[in-house]
């Protein structure tokens, strides 16, 4: 038996032409001699009546102050695939073909119990299986899973995956029916012609690659390539399948992602960018080094106990410094500014995030005033941050590199305001509003419109 | 035959490991045109061949790792520029590795806290999707990478 699994993201299932788009090329795939299975996404994207956001508002329209339970959740989001699912089975069956739909749980995804960021632990295919071998066409939900709970409760707990989530389950369902076929093919249907070496929207003539390595693939996608997920790169290269990034709309044949066995990478894979981000910067220069440790200590205390994540980090001789996603600034905004902290020598530091001090940075110093031995501690604010990453094989490992990254972005006069590197990438915290011509600024740089 | 099959890994961190070899420089005491400078100095140890890593910006200066073997070049580059500038060496480098590290709520910050409330003294710290690192002396390396790994199998072992 020779397996299909064929992903169709949110544009490819949004309208009845485009499922019957999608549905030709499961009958088309079906006709060469394949199996097919269907993985699907919710139907649209942002805005569209059964899209992940407007599924959630039903929930938040009820009381804005009150947040939903991460449970309610994901029951309410995993409808989207659900309508998708079942519409896209349907669709296949008034095109003359038998077609079912699954949801997560009965294709038999199982997953840890984290709601709204599950990770699959393992999948029993049998449902599946019983279909295809009936000459069925699977059409299963992306982006979803159950979780038995150690009580064993009837019915199990709905989950769902988090970002990429489809495109993880048809990577998932490939590895799980991989034992049961001679052959195993994965591809990712989405509205662009495959992987490119950076994001049309913002390069135009940005080159499709034909094929690139799993670690490629997975680097450009964890840095902001929005084309395939990186869980789906890592299943797929875990599990040797050959994987796919192809355009529902166009017969352009898309992008082949390899083993590195396969295709030795290249000098510059592509430029990325990625993240609504606020980046800020401790001055911890007002400290005795005595109370240094403690201060840092409870700084990334707080952002632990809070479950914060931080980019970019540096700690230097005159303080330390992190990018928070925006969405978690808020909550990193109400902890730490105005935060007093005592320390062991009888000081006490007063934070203050932003040059101006608010009205509680304001009534604490006036309140602490009659203390003594306090000191203020000023964290500079920059809003409105995004990362952009050049992406390579090595690469970046040579002299040089970097130098020619600095120099494309100083010229353009765009600011660099942090920067972190690996072995495949070298990324640079800049404003938000720079970030597309950051991206054009290297992408010209290092040629990559000429690359194939 | 087996009808289920492991798929992705686990949360949290899944290994660590240590990198020798590095020396680890900061420059300091730079005056308003902090880009012009940083280009002057990247360039002056481009020019010399000298491969920099983790490079990290201050509000003035830069910090950044280099390979032991070049420190004493690099030391000539940076006496020639004229900079306020230290060379700490030998250091090496802990890696945490963890899969979407920067989507694990909260673990790259735990990860510095069990550093610091050790007692080791970070030189200089990075992150990247799928991992952090820190830099300490190399005679602190193999401690810091016990007591990172002790620290958060408890922590997991707690949650």
Known sequence: MKVKVMKFGGTSVASSEARAECGKRVISAKEQGYRPVAVVSAIGRKGAPYATDSLIKLLTDIDATVDPDARELDLMIACGEILSASIFAHTLKTMGHSSMSFRGGQAGIRTDGVYGNARIKDIDPRAVLKALNANCIPVICGFQGTYQTPDKLPGAELTTLGRGGSDTTAAAIGAALKPYADEVIVEIFTDVDGVKTADPDCVKNAPTLRKVTYDEVAEIAHLGAKVVHPRAAEIAMQFDIPLWVKNTFSDDVGTEIVPVERFPGRRVTGVTHTGKLVYLQFDLTSAPEADRAFLESTLFGLMAQNSLNLYMLILSPSGTGFAVPRAQFPIVMGILNGLVIPTGSGTLYLLQVGNEASREVETQAALMRPLGMTRRITAELTEGCSMVSLVGHEYMQQPGVYLDVLEALYKAQIPVLQTCDSEYSLSCLVPESEANRAVRELHDRFDLAKTV | ?159
């Not at chain 2, 492991?6 to 045109?33: C, M, T």
């Open chain 2, 1 to 159: 035959m087996d009808q289920h099959t492991k798929f992705e890994k686990p949360r949290g961190v899944s290994a660590i490991s240590i990198r020798h070899g590095y020396a680890q420089a900061h420059l300091s005491g730079w005056g308003k045109d902090r880009a012009a400078k940083r280009l002057e100095t990247v360039r002056a140890i481009t020019d010399a061949k000298i491969s920099v890593d983790f490079v990290k910006l201050t509000p003035s200066g830069m910090s950044f790792l280099v390979p032991d073997a070049q420190s004493e070049a690099l030391q000539g580059v940076l006496d020639r520029l004229g900079d306020h500038f230290s060379i700490r060496r030998p250091c090496s480098m802990v890696i945490a590795h963890a899969v979407n590290i920067r989507d694990e709520e909260g673990l790259v910050a735990r990860i510095m806290k069990a550093a610091i409330d050790g007692g080791f003294l970070v030189q200089h710290i990075s992150d990247m999707h799928d991992r952090a690192l820190l830099v300490v002396d190399t005679a602190e390396a193999e401690q810091l990478a016990a007591h990172i790994e002790a620290e958060l199998r408890e922590a997991t072992h707690e949650s």
